[in-house]
């Protein structure tokens, strides 16, 4: 039996991931912080989906040592990966100077770390089980400078290149590697709050995470290489590969101006 593993299956976009990979008839493996979010997914899903395997592992991934613990909870259980998605992650919203060193540790830790050595670990079983896929989070803010998000945005720029160097490497092992690239997403109560401040195209571009997610698996499932959900997202990067940095710059100022400064 073969199985899609999924981190930050708690809530937001990971749950809609969760829900849309058992609404397409896969075995599910659901890794997220422990408590009610993470036994309330499995419940929803195990009662929709009678017919899917879904089982979970709560744990903290901003932890070093947590990645090895779900490669041996994997393990131990004799699932068999041949789908990683790689969408655990944390975002902020403030003056780099002012944010505390601490945050910035677990947010690396999450958003750089996690998928790093997830996929390295899982990938012996990934190979095992070709054709397989890995799909990791990136962001579309990855693309972009945008003042007050310095670290979050770099941390998902790493996730696209490492994303996209990795399919090249794995393609003669018939791994296909997708990144995923969401704008604006109303996936909690902060976020929502965040995108309420949000102006012009940024404001009208939000999805939500259904949304997001039904075109993910959609296109990693078709062995697509870049994924950028919604129609307006995917007109915003195409166009600003062609308008000079110093015009993005002012749309970016323009859009973040007002947006109040936040962590989540």
């Known amino acids: 039996m073969m199985f899609t593993l999924i981190t930050g299956a708690g ?82 919203k403030g003056d780099f100077e002012h944010t505390e060193t601490i945050f910035y540790e677990r947010q690396l830790e999450l958003n750089v770390h996690a998928a790093t050595m997830l996929t390295r670990l899982f990938l012996p079983d990934l190979k095992a089980h070709a054709p397989s896929h890995i799909m990791n989070t990136s962001s579309m803010g990855g693309f972009y400078m945008i003042p007050g998000k310095t670290v979050y945005i770099a941390s998902k720029a790493y996730i696209y290149y490492f994303s996209r160097s990795l ?63 919604g129609f307006i997202n995917k007109l915003s990067y195409h166009i600003s590969r062609l308008v000079p940095e110093f015009i993005q710059q002012m749309i970016i100022s323009n859009a973040f101006r007002h947006v109040k400064k936040h962590k989540y």
């Not at 058992?22 to 195990?46: D, F, H, Q, Y």
């Not at 395997?53 to 393990?75: M, N």
């Not at 995470?209 to 296109?219: F, G, L, Q």
């Open 11 to 92: 809530a937001g976009i990971g749950k809609a991931l969760a829900f849309e990979c058992a609404r397409k008839n896969m075995n599910v493996l659901l890794v997220a912080l422990p408590g009610p979010e993470l036994e309330s997914t499995v419940n929803e899903i195990r009662a929709a989906y009678r017919n899917i395997a879904c089982y979970c592992l709560g744990i903290d991934l901003s932890r070093p040592e947590s990645f090895c613990g779900v490669y041996k909870w994997v393990k131990e259980n004799n699932f068999h990966v041949n789908i990683l998605i790689n969408n655990v992650g944390v975002g902020s």
């Open 167 to 229: 399919r090249l490497e794995l393609k003669q092992h018939h791994i296909n590697v997708s990144v995923l690239c969401p704008g604006g997403t109303n996936s909690n109560a902060n976020t929502i709050a965040i995108n309420k401040e949000l102006k012009g195209i940024a404001k009208r571009s939000i999805l939500l995470p259904e949304e997001v997610a039904a075109e993910a698996i959609d296109k990693m499932m078709k062995g697509k290489a870049r994924i950028i959900p």
